[in-house]
T-cell receptor, first 118, second 111 residues
Framework: GAVVSQHPSRVICKSGTSVKIECRSL??????MFWYRQFPKQSLMLMAT?????????EQGVEKDKFLINHASLTLSTLTVTSAHPEDSSFYIC??????????????FGDGTRLSIL | SQKIEQNSEALNIQEGKTATLTCNYT??????LQWYRQDPGRGPVFLLL?????KEKRKERLKVTFDTTLKQSLFHITASQPADSATYLC??????????FGAGTRLAVHP
């Protein structure tokens, strides 16, 4: 079945560090991928839509300079949290769907990245 | 604005019973609804998708209904097992392949 791989699964780093998270679709191609943030016991909040070969689309209230997104190929999107601070600590999850399959395909999610900024 | 609500934050049931989770949507008419399972510290796992022209869909012990009049989807797990304990998320299409998620219902199945 469709698999989305997200790496790393856990990051602990000092305040001011920039952190890159990778999201790969392993057996399908995705022209769009999605990045979510999830706080404890809360639902997923969409941060941005990553578009292959073009700029990402950010949701209202999400700082594009803080959360840099790059979607250089049909199987890879990266999210870089720049100059991370403790308030950026959260669970980040990516998702993708097969862009070349039948319509109304479900989204498939990575296993998330737990980011902890000290 | 588009809104999805899952009424129960938590649901506790006895093993062997049927768990029923509710998802309501307001201010729009989604083309489809999806249900996901999420375990602690993991990403959501897709379970079922039901389209607006489908009234019911089944997969093994799972059943989903879609009532466009009531603007509601019900998710049933029959013969529930402790291994079914997880958070279940309802999501709907929000345009441009985006998903809008409900807050989730934490299901606990007790032996």
């Amino acid at each position: 079945g469709a698999v989305v791989s997200q790496h790393p699964s856990r990051v602990i780093c000092k305040s001011g560090t920039s952190v890159k998270i990778e999201c790969r679709s392993l057996d399908f191609q995705a022209t769009t991928m999605f990045w979510y943030r999830q706080f404890p016991k809360q639902s997923l909040m969409l941060m941005a839509t990553s578009n292959e070969g073009s700029k990402a689309t950010y949701e209202q209230g999400v700082e594009k300079d803080k959360f840099l997104i790059n979607h250089a190929s049909l199987t890879l999107s990266t999210l870089t949290v720049t100059s991370a601070h403790p308030e950026d600590s959260s669970f980040y999850i990516c998702s993708a769907r097969d862009s070349f399959g039948p319509s109304n395909q479900p989204q498939h999610f990575g296993d998330g990245t737990r980011l902890s900024i000290l | 604005s588009q809104k999805i609500e899952q009424n129960s934050e938590a649901l506790n049931i006895q093993e062997g019973k049927t768990a029923t989770l509710t998802c309501n949507y307001t201010n729009y008419s989604p083309a489809y609804l999806q249900w996901y399972r999420q375990d602690p510290g993991r990403g959501p796992v897709f379970l079922l998708l039901i389209r607006e022209n489908e009234k019911e869909k089944r997969k093994e012990r799972l059943k989903v209904t879609f009532d466009t009049t009531l603007k509601q989807s019900l998710f049933h797990i029959t013969a529930s097992q402790p291994a079914d304990s997880a958070t279940y998320l309802c999501a709907s299409s929000g345009g441009y392949n985006k998903l809008i998620f409900g807050a989730g219902t934490r299901l606990a199945v007790h032996p």
